[in-house]
């Protein structure tokens, strides 16, 4: 009867295993055609100053919409761009739609973009980088690439030449998810970063966690020592807003203050929370 039940259960396994990874093959062919016929799209996530409630930038973040799957999540799908080999390219073209929607959106604002760590193992990449911004018109300085920790697995050396060939020519760099990577306090110093951006986890559990408020109180003022802006991910509630403002973390982004949105939303939602006379 237990052989009986163990037999079973693997054979469950093995058909889950299965599923999976014809989910994954499928995933990934889907992902090819989208990137051919360009049917991704951008959504535009405000970032607001938490000192003044005006918008100081909007975060891309990539959308796809499947025939077979319908609305995949790029948690799901971003991991198998990256494993087929998928990821320089829609990394580019994600770049390349962003910088091209930002001269819509209020001139002073930033635009933030996510590179992939898969990106960093081109050894183009920052000629690409650059090429692709120098077309757009977008003024390098508009422009915040977001890098988790998860880059400095890679190669270092070559990481932090590209970050600082980045940096020399104007771009704004983010170590984004900050808190839930590897060994974070080494790569502060290595590399100015210009804004840390905190992760979710933390900011969801700040009023109920006394660890979590002082890591973020402790995030805050080592950013600030070490003269980088914060950002606070997932903000979802007015009490987190008022707390992480006491916390004087620079700007927020969230449920709480937008959605992600469409462009032309984005845009309208800017032109309402924007400094007077900007
Ligand atoms: P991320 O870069 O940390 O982006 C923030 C994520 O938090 C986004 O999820 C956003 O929709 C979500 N979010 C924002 N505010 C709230 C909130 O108040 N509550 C909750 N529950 N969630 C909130 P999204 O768009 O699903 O993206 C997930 C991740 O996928 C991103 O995390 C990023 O790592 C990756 N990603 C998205 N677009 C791109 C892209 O163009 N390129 C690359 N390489 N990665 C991307
Ligand atoms: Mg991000
Ligand atoms: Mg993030
Ligand atoms: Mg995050």
């Given at each position: ?12 396994f ?12 499928a ?23 938490l ?106 050396e ?11 020519a ?6 984004d ?5 590897y ?79 469409p ?12 400094a007077?006379?900007?």
């Amino acid at each position: 009867e237990a052989k009986a039940r163990g037999r079973r259960q693997a054979q469950f396994f093995c058909m889950a295993m299965d599923e999976k990874a014809q989910r994954r093959i499928a995933l990934e062919d889907g992902l090819r055609q989208a990137l051919a016929q360009r049917a991704m799209h951008l959504v535009y996530q405000p970032q607001i100053s938490l000192r003044t409630h005006q918008i100081t930038g909007v975060e891309a973040l990539l959308r796809w919409s499947s025939p077979r799957f319908g609305n995949v999540s790029p948690a799901e799908f971003i991991p198998v761009a990256e494993e087929a080999g998928l990821i320089r390219d829609i990394g580019l073209w994600v770049l390349e739609t962003a910088c091209t929607a930002a001269h819509q959106l209020p001139a002073g604002l930033l635009v933030a973009v996510n590179l992939s760590a898969c990106q960093f193992d081109d050894e183009l990449l920052v000629d690409k980088i650059l090429e692709v911004v120098a077309r757009s018109g977008l003024p390098a300085e508009r422009l915040e690439l977001e890098i988790t920790e998860s880059v400095f697995l890679k190669d270092t050396e070559d990481v932090l030449t590209a970050l600082h060939r980045l940096r020399a020519a104007g771009i704004r760099i983010a170590l984004d998810d900050f808190g839930v990577g590897y060994s974070s306090l080494a790569y502060l110093r290595s590399f100015p970063f210009h804004k840390l951006k905190i992760d979710r986890s933390f900011v969801m559990a700040i009023l109920q966690s006394a660890e979590s408020q002082a890591i973020v109180r402790s995030v805050i003022d080592l950013a600030s020592a070490l003269h980088m802006e914060t950002t606070a991910e997932g903000i979802e509630t007015a009490e987190q807003a008022a707390l992480l403002t006491q916390l004087a973390c620079t700007t927020g982004q969230g449920y709480h203050f937008a959605r992600p949105l469409p462009l032309e939303a984005a845009t309208a939602f800017a032109a309402t929370h924007l400094a007077p006379g900007a």
